[in-house]
């Protein structure tokens, strides 16, 4: 039987859930998310996470992230 436990992500997540679900420093997530290391969608006022497509393209084989790679 396996470890791993199963649980769900919604699509979108804070800056500060992100930092805590992937073990970062909250403050390496925003300067991911302003060099366009990772996808991102702003609503309203905040900048979140778009888990959906960052799993997305994980699922795709991509292994390689590089700024400007999620420039609008």
């Known amino acids: 039987m396996s470890d791993y436990k199963?649980?769900?992500?919604?699509?979108v997540?804070?800056?500060?859930?992100?930092?805590?679900?992937?073990?970062l420093s909250p403050d390496t997530v925003r300067g991911w998310i302003y060099a366009k290391t990772i996808p991102s969608v702003?609503?309203?006022?905040?900048r979140l996470v778009n888990a959906d497509l960052l799993a997305l393209h994980i699922r795709e084989g991509k292994e390689v992230f590089s700024q400007e790679d999620y420039s609008e």
């Open 13 to 23: 997540l804070t800056q500060e859930q992100f930092a805590d679900l992937a073990g």
């Open 6 to 11: 199963i649980m769900a992500i919604p699509p």
């Open 42 to 46: 702003k609503i309203g006022r905040l």
